[in-house]
């Protein structure tokens, strides 16, 4: 719900400035929050983990769409979803760094009792969780078969 508020204050503020790239980015979230409150079992509400996974579902879709246009030389369209891109990512935690996701994978591995890549599934459910917006999953799952496989 916080989220909601400060995007619609940052909306007024970018119509206010004429800021058409910002102004994207935030409605964007703005009715990716709307269509997630009004999903059938929300309750009109979102909790701050729910918030979090759908801007980064933004992102991921902008990312994607970001690499085709490239792909096909559309600099223009690419250039609109960096934009976005950048809008979006400003309301997610800061990521980790490789040795900060590296220690917190290490004590996830520990607290779980893992100690063969067959346990991967036990640590991702847990570090997945336990570092929601602070790195992708893609990320995560490299890191956790390299510390597994050592």
């Avoid at 916080?2 to 970018?14: G, M, P, T, Y």
């Avoid at 250039?79 to 950048?86: F, G």
């Amino acid at each position: 719900m916080v989220l909601e508020q400060i995007v619609n204050d940052q909306i007024k503020a970018a119509m206010l400035a004429k800021d058409a790239g910002k102004l994207r980015g935030l409605r964007a979230i703005k009715a990716a929050i709307i269509i997630a409150k009004t999903s059938e079992g929300a309750g009109g509400q979102l909790a701050e983990a729910e918030e979090t996974k759908l801007l980064q579902k933004l992102i991921k879709q902008r990312k994607d769409s970001l690499e085709i246009y490239k792909q096909q030389n559309r600099t223009d369209l690419a250039q609109t979803e960096q934009e976005e891109i950048d809008v979006i990512g400003a309301f997610l935690p800061q990521p980790l760094s490789e040795s900060e996701l590296k220690s917190a994978l290490a004590k996830i591995i520990e607290a779980t009792g893992a100690t063969s890549p067959a346990d991967m599934g036990k640590v991702m459910a847990a570090a997945t969780k336990q570092l929601a917006g602070q790195a992708d999953g893609k990320t995560i799952s490299a890191m956790v078969k390299t510390l597994l496989s050592q």
